[in-house]
């Protein structure tokens, strides 16, 4: 079965520090690839995504995610985190259709 | 631009009851899904509709419909309401590139209390 992983329910890094939230993915054929965020009582925003190209995809508030295709995984990356960057993120999947991860919660102490 | 937009923000049905969740967008966007969210949970997919007149079943369909007349609205209907569809729903929509589907967009959510 075709489906996107979320390795961890939670994050914790302090602000300044660098910050990684990891997904993996098992889907047949080149799948489009998404992360989204989700603050508090809000809807999910679109951060970026990787169709093709570059390995190294820039996105929104300053993330970047990157593609590896070997290891199947689909990593977002922040240089220095911020306090407000704590939020839901969400990894998906496109091929046929689109696979959410289940989510893992960002929390960027002072 | 108002992107997706959802109505009510908030409502509580009592068990049996049916309710119309609306969502409209003003982005020409050809498609659109509705989604829920349990506690804790990521998002179930429960109809996507791929322009208007086209609508087909998600991963939950049961206990709910929908119809699109028109690109722009979407709603989506509760039939019987049960305390299981206690939950936050979701209108999203999305351009395509190239025959497919690209990032989505969401509304703010409907929060929906069945009891």
């Known amino acids: 079965a075709q489906s996107v992983a979320q390795p961890e329910d939670q994050v914790n890094v302090a602000e300044g520090n660098p910050l990684t939230v990891k997904c993996t993915y098992s889907v047949s054929g080149n799948p489009y690839l998404f992360w989204y965020v989700q603050y508090p009582n809000r809807g999910l925003q679109f951060l970026l995504k990787?169709?093709?190209?570059?390995?190294l995809v820039k996105g929104s508030y300053g993330f970047e995610a990157e593609f590896n295709k070997s290891q199947t995984s689909f990593h977002l990356k922040k240089p220095s985190a911020l306090v407000s960057d704590s939020a839901l993120y969400f990894c998906?999947?496109?091929?046929?259709?689109?696979?959410f991860g289940t989510g893992t919660r960002l929390q960027v102490f002072p | 631009n108002a992107g997706v937009t959802q109505t009510p923000k908030f409502r509580i049905l009592k068990i049996g009851q049916s309710m119309t969740l609306q969502c409209t967008q003003d982005m020409n966007h050809n498609y659109m899904y509705w989604y829920r969210q349990d506690p804790g949970m990521g998002l179930k997919l429960i109809y996507y509709s791929v322009g208007a007149g086209i609508t087909d079943k998600g991963e939950v369909p049961n206990g709910y419909n929908v119809s699109r007349s028109t690109t722009e609205d979407f709603p989506l209907r509760l039939e019987l309401a049960a305390p299981s569809q206690t939950s936050v729903y979701f209108c999203a929509s999305s351009y395509s590139g190239q025959g497919v589907p690209l990032e989505q967009y969401f509304g703010p959510g409907t929060r929906l209390t069945v009891t």
């Open positions: 998906a999947a496109r091929t046929d259709k689109l696979i």
């Open positions: 990787y169709i093709t190209g570059d390995n």
